[in-house]
């Protein structure tokens, strides 16, 4: 499974940001897919997941801004995930990556994209 994550970039407070990843490769053995972020010297945080039947979670520091979501979602693995993120604040500011996980628990990420917010 490889995972290309686009979308980042550098925007004032308060403003908006969508992510996008690819999946590709044997999506079929996916059972979820969602974000997590790093900042500079944190541990990776997670954000995000959405189940392969389109049921979705969120990290409480981003619930009511961030949205994740898929076309389509239920069971179509093969989509596009985003992650729409809203009213966006200085300490959002981290490397985003995207992750997959299969049936079997194994974890997948992406390259990771730098989302920059200025105050």
């Known amino acids: 499974v490889q995972l290309q994550a686009s979308g980042g970039g550098l925007v004032p407070a308060g403003g908006s940001l969508r992510l996008s990843c690819v999946p590709s490769?044997?999506?079929?053995?996916?059972?979820?897919m969602g974000w997590y972020r790093q900042a500079p010297g944190k541990q990776r945080e997670w954000i995000s997941t959405i189940t392969r039947g389109g049921s979705t979670r969120y990290a409480d520091s981003v619930k009511g801004r961030f949205t994740i979501s898929r076309d389509n979602a239920r069971d179509n693995m093969q989509n596009p995930v985003y992650l729409q993120m809203d009213s966006l604040k200085p300490d959002d500011t981290c490397v985003y990556y995207c992750?997959?996980?299969?049936?079997?628990?194994?974890?997948?990420w992406g390259q990771g994209t730098q989302v920059t917010v200025s105050s």
């Open positions: 490769g044997i999506i079929s053995t996916i059972n979820y």
């Open positions: 992750w997959a996980r299969s049936y079997t628990g194994n974890d997948y």
